[in-house]
């Protein structure tokens, strides 16, 4: 049974996941502005966007094998993690990207963040640490750690982010959950 796409958006939204750097990244990075990769659903997006910067969720998207990561990551590590590295060494993410900013999400990630650091170039590498509670002082934590990440920000990318930026980057990203939460 042949299935077609009649859904413009569908369309729009297939062609966009079929690419690493979709026409939408490339046309921000075109008007030069800066791209920030991130490896965990609980990066903090709002930061990033709140310093005009476009955050992109890391994929692996086309990446066809692992040779170059093999070196350093075992089989034993996640093929994403294995593949991400080989993106990296091959300087793919480099020609669309100008930092990541990674977060204690998995011991591959984090394994990988080591790898990355110390074999591949990149304007900016951030590791974030979030906790992986929710009590009073993890929040306390992660708020002194969050105000950590956005000076470091401010300073690498020469922004100030104020309170009125990180509201609308605020309201832009809840905004953007609904419109998904409807999608789906």
């Not at 094998?65 to 070196?71: I, R, V």
């Not at 979030?130 to 020469?158: C, N």
């Not at 959950?177 to 409807?182: G, K």
Request: charged residues 25%; proline residues 2%; positive net charge.
């Amino acid at each position: 049974m042949e299935t077609r796409l009649e859904s413009k958006a569908l369309q729009q939204l297939t062609r966009a996941a079929s690419q690493l750097a979709n026409s939408a990244v490339l046309d921000w990075r075109q008007k030069g502005r800066k791209v920030l990769g991130h490896f965990c659903c609980n990066a903090p997006v709002e930061v990033i966007s709140a310093a005009g910067l476009l955050p992109f969720r890391m994929r692996a998207t086309r990446n066809t094998g692992t040779t170059l990561a093999d070196e350093y990551l075992t089989s034993n590590n996640c093929t994403f993690a294995r593949h991400c590295l080989d993106l990296g060494f091959r300087g793919t993410y480099n020609e669309f990207m100008d930092g990541i900013v990674w977060l204690n999400s998995c011991t591959h990630i984090n394994r990988l963040y080591d790898v990355w650091k110390r074999k591949i170039q990149m304007p900016y590498l951030y590791f974030l640490s979030f906790p992986k509670k929710t009590g009073e002082a993890e929040v306390d934590y992660y708020s002194v750690q969050l105000s950590i990440f956005k000076e470091s920000l401010e300073q690498q990318f020469d922004v100030k982010i104020t309170i009125d930026d990180l509201r609308e980057a605020i309201e832009l990203h809840n905004e953007t959950r609904r419109l998904q939460r409807e999608l789906y």
